[in-house]
């Protein structure tokens, strides 16, 4: 209860700081620092500003016309069309049509998209599936389908979004762009936005603190230390899912096997002791505020039936790894800890080792507020593409129910995101995958831009 | 985009009475249908027969609701062969009050032996509806309208109401129970909308139609809804003609009794240039508010710069208002006929924690409150001095509850001698 209500507190100043009472100025340049690559997917904050989708995601989670302005599915959800958004231009000012589209979309995920088939007819886009795609409109929300297209500049692509890329994007590590005059959205409130990948959290929090960035990044299991130093922490819902992709294959086959790691795990251990009790212990792949029914899942550790499960076989060394910082290693080895209680070995190997790996400590970002189109994207994002068609709430956890049963994914823990940000950041608001927003910001301190 | 239109509900702003914020909770009566459908999908698991009932609550409902739930559900299971019994039954019914962002969730764990089944029934959420307290000259506000989309600017008549939103522009006319939406047409702008859309509107010279300024759009359409299977009479082009400043009875810069004093506005950016028509006689700097001031020698401009100054044209010379220091960029006159007769009515500055509304007269050259600050419950997106200038209309954003949508308000704000 404490934790949510101190994450309700941040989202509640999160609220106050973007109902900005004095109209935004124009001008400025947004300095913004990450541990991660600017550029690269998932969670490359440029590319959302350099790039959009047929689709988007407003803050409530809910999908909103982009580049597509209406679309309608026939055939049973098999094939859908997405009519474009006319006039608008890429940054090159080459015009966006159909045929960019579908090039873009193509170049996206190659074999493994959620289509068969997408063709341009006209100004709209076609897409046909071997099975139904109900929640399409909102899966291409999803950064992967971001819309660009190849150019000669120096920066190599160009899109729609509201800023464009300036100069080479070089080694990944700094991204800067500059303001769309003429997005289609609107001209963003910044002239610039700068951001610094590869920089260490600890980096970017003395960089605040001395007025060289503006947003940085505020990890879960770091929140209350960015409160203790006074930092202005703002903080998405729990939006992070921390889970266990499990192998189907060699010792993990077994499904009994799946079903006694998935009881050995302490969640409570996992949430007090590595996330800082920041998150919501979870063994459910939607969290309770999206459904309704996750106590329906327990979450508590049982060891005695995970032993029974087990029913004595003790399989090889399992390889267990963690994608991700400090934090996710530390979660492994004590996840590792766990299941060595239940009767099992395991060795935390390197994520990037060319071994086989059994089980793989992973983040999801759940995108959409819409519990169907989440739950999908949460499993694509697996590598168990499922179509979600559950209409009822009766039905969706029928279907939640059959996927955790086969405890190819283990939920263990929703958390959010969170970031902290300068004094003279005005109006930034979360995404509904806790990205922030940045093409609404504006800055307080800069000279007001009379010049159009 | 969903508009709800919305019983009319005022406020009354005082100084001495806070009015405690009201929750309406859904009455018992609310839960018959979902109790005897989640009693339908358990007797159809369980059959005729005992079952040991427990109730929990996981959502917000109040404790006091909870009783005459339980006696519900077990009357309508009883109706259906289904009797509460002691723990000793073998059949036990585990009913979970739950909720999302959705709605209320009532989930029942039917469990027979070593089997669980689940039911659910899915319940509507009760609506809330919270008021604001407020203090006070007294300033009132009336809510005309209830969104869940921006309202960008609006007009009102005794039967019908114009709404600007950032794409479309909506005509209500005056129902029984609020206003109801009759026609809906699209702006169709060719050009990207601005990060921080505005509008402007105006009754047509005949009063029978409206004309709406957008950024780099002018629309004009009728008053009057469609007959039946006619499109409504609203049309659109582009255009950078200035917008209407103030329902102008007297132009400050010309003198011009009949004259509509307008102002170009940066299609580009949220602001006008500063170049009026007619023209001011001066330079002025780009600003992002007007308000037409009665002044010993006629009338002023007072003008919110784009810097947060405010300054006042008049006599054909700028100067500048001290005491604004408190101000938002938004502003409106409001001729109440208390006081001077005219103030100016500003939204707060952001410094304060929520967003106010509260009257200010400028005798000389320094605003002086004349009435308490009224508290928003929510952020002031755009004010503006209704047609008979008696009124000022102020558009309220309401910042949602987590993953809800932002609601927006157009609120009438009147002002009452005290």
């Keep these: 209860m404490l934790r949510q209500a101190a994450i309700s507190i941040l989202v509640a100043a999160l609220a106050l700081s973007a109902s900005a009472r004095t109209r935004p100025h124009y001008g400025g340049t947004l300095r913004v620092e990450v541990e991660g690559d600017p550029w690269q997917r998932p969670g490359g904050m440029a590319r959302r500003l350099v790039m959009d989708g047929l689709t988007t995601l407003d803050p409530d989670g809910a999908v909103q016309p982009a580049l597509a302005i209406r679309w309608a599915s026939e055939n049973d959800d098999h094939r859908w069309q997405f009519w474009l958004r006319p006039g608008v231009r890429f940054q090159n000012d080459a015009a966006l049509t159909g045929a960019a589209v579908e090039a873009s979309l193509t170049a996206s995920c190659g074999a493994s998209c959620p289509w068969s088939v997408v063709h341009a007819v006209g100004a709209s886009l076609v897409f046909t599936g071997d099975s139904p795609m109900p929640n399409l409109p909102a899966l291409l929300a999803d950064d992967l389908y971001l819309i660009g297209t190849p150019t000669d500049s120096p920066a190599g692509l160009t899109g729609t979004g509201p800023f464009a890329l300036s100069g080479d994007l070089g080694n990944h590590n700094h991204a800067r762009v500059l303001a769309n005059e003429n997005c289609w959205r609107g001209r963003p409130f910044l002239d610039a936005i700068e951001i610094t990948g590869s920089r260490s959290v600890r980096d970017q929090w003395l960089d605040l603190s001395v007025g060289r960035a503006d947003l940085v990044e505020v990890p879960a299991e770091q929140m209350r230390q960015a409160r203790d130093q006074r930092l202005t922490v703002i903080a998405s819902p729990p939006v992070s899912l921390l889970a266990l992709s499990l192998s189907d294959s060699g010792a993990l086959a077994n499904p009994n096997l799946r079903a006694a790691l998935a009881l050995a795990v302490d969640r409570t251990a996992l949430s007090n002791v590595i996330f800082q009790k920041q998150g919501e212990i979870t063994a459910s792949l939607l969290p309770a505020s999206l459904t309704g029914y996750a106590f329906l899942f327990p979450a508590d550790r049982d060891l005695d039936k995970a032993h029974e499960l087990r029913g004595g076989v003790t399989p090889p060394t399992l390889t267990l790894a963690a994608e991700g910082g400090a934090a996710m290693q530390l979660a492994a080895q004590r996840i590792a800890l766990n299941l060595h209680d239940a009767g099992f070995s395991v060795q935390v190997v390197n994520a990037a080792a060319p071994q086989h790996i059994d089980l793989t400590l992973r983040r999801f970002t759940l995108e959409s507020s819409q519990p169907q189109a989440g739950m999908e994207s949460i499993l694509r994002a697996a590598g168990l593409a499922v179509s979600i068609r559950a209409q009822t709430p009766a039905e969706l956890y029928k279907t939640e129910r059959e996927i955790v049963d086969a405890h190819l994914l283990i939920p263990l823990l929703y958390l959010p995101r969170a970031f902290a940000v300068s004094g003279r950041v005005r109006d930034l608001r979360l995404g509904a995958d806790g990205t922030p927003l940045l093409d609404g910001v504006s800055l307080s301190d800069v000279q007001p831009d009379a010049a159009p | ?418």
């Design chain 2, 1 to 418: 985009m969903i508009m709800t239109p919305m019983k009319l509900c005022c406020m009354l702003a005082t100084i001495a009475f806070a009015l405690p914020a009201q929750q309406a909770a859904a009455a018992p009566a609310a839960w018959s249908q979902p109790a005897a459908a989640l009693a339908d999908q358990i007797a159809a698991i369980l059959g005729p027969g005992q079952a040991h009932l427990t109730l929990r609550n996981l959502s917000k409902l109040p404790a006091d609701d909870i009783p005459a739930i339980r006696r519900l559900l077990e009357d309508d299971l009883k109706a259906r062969g289904v009797q509460a019994s002691g723990a000793e039954s073998a059949n036990t019914v585990r009913i979970t009050l739950s909720e999302n962002l959705r709605g209320r969730l009532w989930v029942a764990e039917v469990m027979e032996g070593s089997e669980t089944r689940v039911a659910m029934v899915r319940v509507d959420a009760a609506g809330m509806e919270q008021q604001v307290p407020a203090s006070g000259l007294v300033l009132r506000t009336q809510t005309l309208l209830t969104t869940t989309g921006p309202v960008l600017a609006a007009l009102e008549t005794a039967d019908a109401l114009v709404a600007v939103e950032p794409e479309e522009i909506v005509l209500f006319t005056r129902a029984a129970d609020g206003w109801k939406e009759q026609a809906r047409a699209a702006i169709g702008q060719r050009k990207g909308l601005t990060q921080d859309p505005r509008s402007a509107i105006v009754f047509t010279h005949d009063g029978q139609g409206f004309e709406a300024s957008l950024a780099g759009m002018a629309c004009a359409g009728s008053l009057q809804p469609p007959q039946s299977g006619a499109p409504w009479p609203m049309h659109c082009r582009a255009s950078d003609d200035p917008w209407p400043l103030a329902p102008s009875q007297t132009s400050p810069t010309s003198g011009d009794s009949n004259a509509t004093l307008r102002a170009f506005y940066n299609a580009a950016r949220n602001y006008f240039t500063g170049v009026l028509n007619p023209s001011a006689g001066v330079d002025l700097p780009p600003f992002f508010t007007a308000a037409l001031l009665p002044r010993p020698d006629g009338a002023g401009l007072l003008l919110g710069g784009i810097n947060g100054k405010v300054q006042l044209i008049e006599t054909s010379a700028l100067k500048p208002v001290t005491g604004t220091r408190d101000w938002g960029s938004d502003f409106a006159a409001l001729h109440s006929g208390c006081g001077a007769g005219t103030q100016i009515i500003a939204s707060g500055s952001g410094e304060a924690l929520s967003d106010s509304l509260r009257a200010y007269e400028i005798p000389a050259l320094e605003a002086i409150p004349s009435s308490t600050p009224l508290t928003v419950d929510g952020a002031v997106t755009a004010l503006w001095t209704a047609p008979d200038g008696k009124s000022v209309l102020a558009v309220v954003r309401h910042a949602a509850a987590q993953n809800q949508a932002d609601t927006y308000e157009v609120d009438r704000v009147t002002a009452s001698c005290n």
